[in-house]
Antibody, heavy 114, light 107 residues
Framework: EVQLVESGGGLVQPGGSLRLSCAAS????????MSWVRQAPGRGLEWLAT????????HYVDSVKGRFTISRDNAKNSLYLQMNSLRAEDTAVYYC????????WGQGTLVTVS | DIQMTQSPSAMSASVGDRVTITCRAS??????LAWFQQKPGKVPKRLMS???ILDGGVPSRFSGSGSGTEFTLTISSLQPEDFATYYC?????????FGGGTKVEIK
């Protein structure tokens, strides 16, 4: 069974940093592109970043470019999102996703910037 | 960036109704379109990708069609468990972009 389990969310002050983690199991992690998507309270879905299987290619939405960094450790079956210079508008549930078309989702981790 | 325009943004329907949701891309995306369902307080779930390929376990009353810039999600006979918000996603090019969502409510 595919499982994606996010952790690392919490309350942070504006300008602060957080590192989200996503532990993957039930599939060959190193064979899939991986992504992060977020959803602000009461709002729609926003794609944030994607990383290639070997970590050699990454893509970001403009609103987080230069502030957020996606990375992965295939030996640990883990995906990460380093978030710096956090703003109030970054408050959201952050989801880890697998594949180019976001086939599997974790349960999400809430980040509150206040 | 490719903009995805979903319509309607909300709708009311009855059990048994045929429901159609449209997603329009600001430029051609071939068939690189996925549909997601999100129930209140729950994690989004992908229903289909590449416009019309249903994910495993998705009921056959769901279908997708379209290519290029116009796409539709159809629920042939709405069931109580289908009341949810639906999102389209273009995965043709970065940045990936979602439609604004369609909330399907009970009439």
């Amino acid at each position: 069974e595919v499982q994606l389990v996010e952790s690392g969310g919490g309350l942070v002050q504006p300008g602060g940093s957080l590192r989200l983690s996503c532990a993957a199991s039930g599939f060959t992690f190193s064979s899939l592109w991986m992504s992060w998507v977020r959803q602000a309270p009461g709002r729609g879905l926003e794609w944030l970043a994607t990383i290639r299987q070997d970590g050699g290619e990454t893509h970001y939405v403009d609103s987080v470019k230069g502030r957020f960094t996606i990375s992965r450790d295939n030996a640990k079956n883990s995906l990460y999102l380093q978030m710096n210079s956090l703003r109030a508008e970054d408050t959201a549930v952050y989801y880890c996703n697998s594949g180019r078309s976001l086939g599997y989702w974790g349960q999400g981790t809430l980040v509150t910037v206040s | 960036d490719i903009q995805m325009t979903q319509s309607p943004s909300a709708m009311s329907a009855s059990v048994g109704d045929r429901v159609t949701i449209t997603c329009r891309a600001s430029q051609g995306i071939s068939n690189y379109l996925a549909w997601f369902q999100q129930k209140p307080g729950k994690v989004p779930k992908r229903l289909m990708s590449v416009s019309s390929i249903l994910d495993g376990g998705v009921p056959s009353r769901f279908s997708g069609s379209g290519s290029g810039t116009e796409f539709t999600l159809t629920i042939s006979s709405l069931q109580p468990e289908d009341f949810a918000t639906y999102y389209c996603l273009q995965h043709s090019s970065y940045p990936l972009t979602f439609g604004g969502g369609t909330k399907v409510e009970i009439k």
